[in-house]
């Protein structure tokens, strides 16, 4: 039954990364072994493949541009490499595999995936109220006291935030869409408490443009009002009330800034011009992956920040990766995230989920400005099930002519 590994899926993502992997790891085999026992099952891959070729073969060539660029400068382990390959298969063969074992899902199976989607957002906001209140984190196997900030089961709060934005459209809209439902309004105050008490900034302020969009959207005069009532009060509450994310932005705002430890008005633009002269010394193929402290430092030396005691990684996914992988590889990724788009504009006529789609990739598109998303795993775990989801809804409409496909292929094949 193809739907229990889905469930799998999706109850792996609140996980930290090894969870996931080992969940992923378990849904793959079980729908592999599904795939196997039909009798096209390698036609239909390849049919997939053919029709997916873009974002497959360009996550492909983004993966081995970097591995070259790590080869050929030599600083990072054959060890590192290998784990960033194994990190990074889920996110090119998933969609695949997915596809493969379940063919097409049932009306009522998307219906309770869609109902589990919604409980995982009510769920994300009690682990976030929870922590914000009772000061707790899981490290390990442990439970640890923490800082009053949410980061879930996960290990910083910004992986927190960024895999939370990702939830916002979907049950925002399920909530205009079923005004009446507890379940909707659980789970949008669900997502919306795990956005809050993460204090993330720049997820906060991209919540708040899907916020807008939808009441432009929306076509319920009731909902627009009572969204604009919601933001208004939540805005209100947030910046009039003494808590952390008000104080944090109070100093963003401000002359000194908020944690500033550089001469610059925010320490993320100081790790944007250190990787500035990274990416001016190797601009075509990068650096490679696993930037060190020891190999960033001197490039912030030449900017005057020899004693900055936070030598990060630049805190923005594009210029991360042309650091790691220059032109060559962020213009791969560029590919396979430019296809994400043209497939939720393709699903506009046929699709209500298209809406949904844009706005998630969108979201991560603008909040990636301030943060290396696509580089942390649960991240990227979280959006590899949402160009699953996509290339489900792109695979149901072309659904009819990838039969077609495999059966003329089928016939070919019984012929030679």
């Known amino acids: 039954m193809p739907f229990v590994p889905l469930l799998i899926l999706l109850f792996s993502l609140p996980l930290a990364a090894a969870g996931q992997h080992i969940g992923a790891s378990l849904a793959c085999i079980w729908l592999i072994g599904l795939a196997s026992q039909k009798k096209d099952a390698r036609v ?54 997915v596809l493969d074992g379940v063919r097409r899902l049932r009306e009522y199976e998307i219906h309770r995936i869609k109902i589990i989607l919604l409980i995982l957002c009510f769920l994300l906001g009690i682990i976030a109220f929870s922590q914000w209140i009772f000061n707790w984190r899981v490290v390990g196997s442990s439970i640890v006291s923490s800082p009053p900030r949410a980061r879930g089961f996960y290990s ?21 869409d079923n005004f009446k439902s507890l379940v909707s309004w659980l789970s949008v105050l669900g997502i919306f408490s795990a956005l809050l008490f993460s204090e993330s900034r720049t997820v906060l302020a991209v919540a708040a443009l899907v916020v807008v969009l939808n009441i432009i959207q929306s076509g319920s005069l009731k909902a627009r009002i009572l969204l604009l009532f919601v933001g208004i009060t ?109 497939a939720c504009w393709r699903l506009k006529a046929t699709s209500g989920y298209s809406n949904i789609f844009m706005q998630i990739f969108v979201a991560l598109a603008l909040a990636s400005l301030t943060q290396n998303s696509f580089q942390d795993s649960e991240v990227r775990y979280s959006l590899t099930i949402v160009m699953t989801a996509l290339m489900y809804f792109v695979y149901d409409k072309e659904h009819l002519g990838i039969e077609k496909s495999c059966r003329v292929m089928s016939e070919k094949h019984s012929l030679l």
């Open 44 to 97: 239909f891959f390849l049919s997939l493949l053919r029709e997916f070729k873009i974002p497959f073969f360009s996550s492909i060539a983004f993966i081995l541009v970097l591995i070259v660029s790590s080869l050929i400068n030599g600083h990072a382990t054959n060890g590192y490499i290998l784990h960033f390959v194994l990190g990074h298969l889920i996110w090119v063969f998933l969609p695949f595999i």
């Open 156 to 176: 910083h709060p910004l992986t927190f935030a960024y895999v939370s934005i990702l939830f916002l459209p979907f049950a925002l809209r399920n909530w205009i």
């Open 234 to 342: 939540a805005g209100s509450v947030v910046i009039g009330t003494d808590n952390p994310l008000s104080l944090k932005i109070k100093a963003t705002l401000s002359h000194e800034g908020f944690d500033r430890n550089s001469g610059y008005q925010d320490d993320r633009i100081a790790f944007w011009h250190a990787h500035y002269e990274i990416i001016k010394e190797k601009p075509i193929l990068g650096h490679g992956i696993g930037l060190s402290k020891d190999y960033l430092l001197p490039y912030y030396e030449r900017i005057g920040l020899a004693h900055f005691k936070r030598i990060y990684p630049a805190h923005n996914m594009y210029i991360q990766i042309l650091a790691n992988g220059g032109i060559v590889a962020l213009l791969f990724f560029l590919t396979w995230y430019g296809w994400a788009l043209r």
